[in-house]
């Protein structure tokens, strides 16, 4: 694999900072990887449409990350954190309406047809912008792409683009689809969504619903002598508790995305022939965040958010519900994104008194029953680590006399309770840390513009100041002055709480140690395998 | 025949109405709950916005008013055509047709083990009512209908899959395994009996009391006293007389349960992960996929209502007092 | 019929069972006052290792036995009223289609059948799902998927009660036939209904601990199922968490069937002799 190390910048230092050093470290040497073999891998959801061109979201990477390449994908030791997929080179100008990419030559589909720059310009202009969840914001101005030659692709921008977001949003959001087979349908209806057709290492075989999704070699393939694995058959195993089992009567060789329950993991790492590997997460944080919602009277008095955020024992959530395998969140923006992180925010240490105080000032004594007031609470129900901490905030508030009444609701009656109907007072929401703050960060901050979209601000919260940083940092183009804002955005969030950050994790693979290359890069689960291996 | 020909005409045309309340029932259920498809779609795509969220809507059909909705399903399944399931994007009969047989396997394999030992355990507690294996068999059997299917699911999946190591943990065969005939019936009887075992055992009760009951009262008709009068022996008159007449409400009993049987499937599925209707369900419950739910119920209610109609036959040939009157509808 | 009832050991040790469980219930806020659901200690503390602590911790530190007595209240509380639930909506349709016959039971006994021919347990899944997990909704959806016992139960009984003579002697001095229904018919079909009510009881408890295992139950109080389904991650490292709640639901679900039995046996009018 051509690699081009201009400055080292790794990842690994607040990686490691982050994450309990619990990972087994793979062995030391190096081994020939064992041509062929079948993996056998837990899958815990089965996508409607698993084009991820049109749904970029880690359950469908997941699967269709080996089939279907993006132009960059995530690195620890490449420049900015990249490593090139189907394009090998990319530059963006100085005033940010354009970027250019370098396509990689001697790439097919999986039925034949050459890859050229005409795909990615209609990947680009008919899919990523109108269609994607993430693309359309990032690729909101794109207006024309140029293709000068089958191997260029010359982005176009009607407004400055910092090519910082570009370069950061690659890996999630540049799917490349094959025009062929896209052109003039009816793209989020195409048969090809399901039956998949890419260039990557693997091709989509067959698909069992409800038992079992199975890719097997692409003998064309670009990377040289690879992939290695002969197949890879996904298990369906909604059931979280199966996971572990399976593992140890050695069904699956390997569980990503903490499908072994995390309370499990101290067990079966003393498994023989298992190990539980912390590593290949970086590039996708996941945020606990308490969404709060400022149209209940009591909400809109800072006093009180602040003494929320003192109530809760954020290194009891870490240790307790996350076992370790998680960190303490000190704002908005993941310790694991050094690029945008700014350390110097106010914090609200762990302080029932205090809390106390502030409820008092702020004009809610207790009653006789020792309740202030009574608020809704809804765990978002995604993981068991939401609802636990829904758990576990609803006694942190009764410390403080704030009687929390849990809602649970499944995914669809949540989604209505907090994002459209906003029938709620304290919600528990899992956002991701994307790789630049203005692709799903932001969104959790600024005025809302549009009702009943999930992960977004629907909680009421306005602050005009706050949405001017956030805007002029869409359209900074230089990218000390963009990071500048971001640092100025965090201080306002911290000093303000719209919301509260709690903690922050990545997931947790469970594999035989007959696996070879796992997790050698920040979105490992969501990226080709075309190196993984398997002894024979 | 001609009277069962009858029967079986009659049930039939009044199980119409029946489906019907059955889907009218289901569909404003459905119409209660707070988030619909798309909002469960956008949830597990992680987000979107609010342009994404009208289009998805309209492209599903969801714009329209229910009371539009709710007749252009009925005029729909008239035609035997139940739809696109909105959360797995396919057809719902295929859907359905698809995980039905798992489910049949699983619920009829665990009826036919519980049907036979539990009658023949009644048989051995029925024929000397009263004595210790008696007592012994009516409260053992009593404690494990007592005991709570999925806790005795996951009990069994600990001592039997993971400590022993005897037996796959979970699914219904080993996946893309190749095998076909007699090893892949091996290979799916080898998965099956956990789940399948688990059921029998709690339902296993049921048809041992209903045995046990059942002999006990034929115990003092006439016939039997008659029987032992002329000095028959008692091994006898167990197996001539008493079992075979008691056999009839265990016939009942397997109508009746078929319903709750559909219903335990849900949770015993989703212990051991196996494909079949209750997981899918539950899926489509969680999912809002109102016409996938109501394609399962609705497949749920003719199951059931065509179990109970050859129980009705195989009870009257059974039993013929049971005249063109039939048991209480 | 309590000397009969107590000639049976089944019934009376049923009896005990459910008497120690209804004190346990009642008494559950004297022996713990506070939420069950607080964090009193670290998490994961193993069943007879602290004597604070007698049965352990659960994930987040909650006291398992606390959890336990609580749980009690829950399963009984929820066992009971859906049952009461069940048996008067039941009682009600079977009492009024039996009395008022043509139509009206036409309609009424399609219904009852469409509730049994639809699966119980799918029913209150779907339920308790779109209405949202609280504990009346939970006891509402139980009580759906039981009342057409019930229901059929007292309608035989009003047919068979219908032609009897109070019934005519009632018509004659010109009682309204709701009146006859209600203050005649209905308490004389109750005693047959009451003998199912055990195994509706014990139907309730277990079908309550199923929801809450699929994690449908009423997030802010503990039961039994929630323990289980709590438990069940961390089955094979400390399995006590399922196991115990489990039990708990065996013997009561036990106690429930056993004191059902010897009430049918003390109430049914023919004793058999052997």
Redesign the interface.
Known sequence: MTKFLVSRRTLLGATAALLASTALPRAAFAQDAVKGGRL?VAAD?????LNPAI??????FFIASKVIEPLAEASFDGENGLAPRLATAWTGSEDGLSATFTLREGVTWHDGKPFTSEDVAFSALNVWKP?Q??G?LVFANLEAVDTPDPLTAIFRFSKPTPFQLIRNALPATTSVLPKHLYEGTDI?ENPAN?QLVGTGPFKFT?Y?????Y?LSRNETYWGESEPNLDEI?Y????????A???L??E?IHLAAFSAV?L??L??IGEVEGIEVISKGYEGLTYQLVVEINHRTEQLANLKVRQAIAHAIDKQFVVD??FLGYATAATGIVPQNAPEFYNPETPQYAFDVDKANALLDEAGYPRAADGNRFTLRLLPA??F?ET??F???L??AL?EIGIDA?????????????VY??HAFDLAIAPP?FRGDPAI?TTILLRTA????????NQGGYSNTALDTLIDDALIAVDEEERTALYNEVQVVAAEDLPLINVAEWGFITVARTSVHNVSNNPRWAVSNWSDTWIDG | MHRAGKLVLRRLVGSIPVLLIVLVGTFFLLEL?????V????????????A??ETLRA?WGLDQSPITRLGLYLWNVLHLDFGYS?????PILT?VL??LPNTLLLMGSAVALSFGIGSLLGIAAGSRPGSARDRLLSIGSLALYAVPSFWLGLVL?VVF??QL?WL?????ET??SGKAGLDRALDIIRHLVLPVGALALIYLALYLRLMRAGMVEVWRQDFVLAARAKGLSRRRIVWRHVARNALLPLVTMLGLQSATMLGGSVVIE??F?I?GLG??AQ?A????DTPLLMGIIVISAVLVILTNLIVDVVYAFLDPRVGASEASA | MMARFAKSPEGLFGAAVLAVLIVIALGAPLFFPR?P???VGP??TAPFTDWALPLGTD???RNVLAGLVHGARASLLVGFAATIAAIIIGASVGTIAGFAGGLVDEILMRIVDAFQTVPGFLLALAFV?VI???LPVVVLAIALGAWTGPARLARAEVLSLRERDYVAAARVIGMHPAEIAFREILPNALAPVLALSAVIVAGAILTEAALSFL??GD??IVTWGSMIAEG??????SPFLSIIPGLALVITVLGVYLFGEGLAEALSRRRVRL
Do not use: M, W
């Open positions: 056998i959801s089965e996508p409607r449409n749904v970029a979201s880690n359950g469908v269609l969840n993430l359309r989020p399901a067959e069992k619903p409800g038992e079992y199975l058959l298990r369906v195993l909604p059931d979280r508790a199966a572990a089992g399976a140890e009567a069904e329950p309370a499990d101290a067990r307790t519900i129900p995604y068991n609802r636990q829904g758990d576990y609803r006694q009764a009444q849990i809602a649970n609701n499944d995914s669809a009656a949540h989604q209505q309770a459209t109907d991701v799903s513009t549009a009702e009943g979209v999930p992960f977004s | 709950a707070s988030g619909d498809a909002d469960a779609y956008l949830v597990s795509t992680g987000g979107g916005d609010a994404l969220v492209n909105v959360l797995l994007n396919r859907v698809e995980r999946v899959s993971v190591r796959p943990l979970s699914g219904i996946l893309a989703s212990v992960s494909p997981r899918l899926e419950v969680s999912g809002r | 939420d659901l607080s964090i998490a994961l994930r987040l530190g799902s949202g997990a609280s994690g449908l997030p802010n069940r991650a961390v089955l094979r490292s």
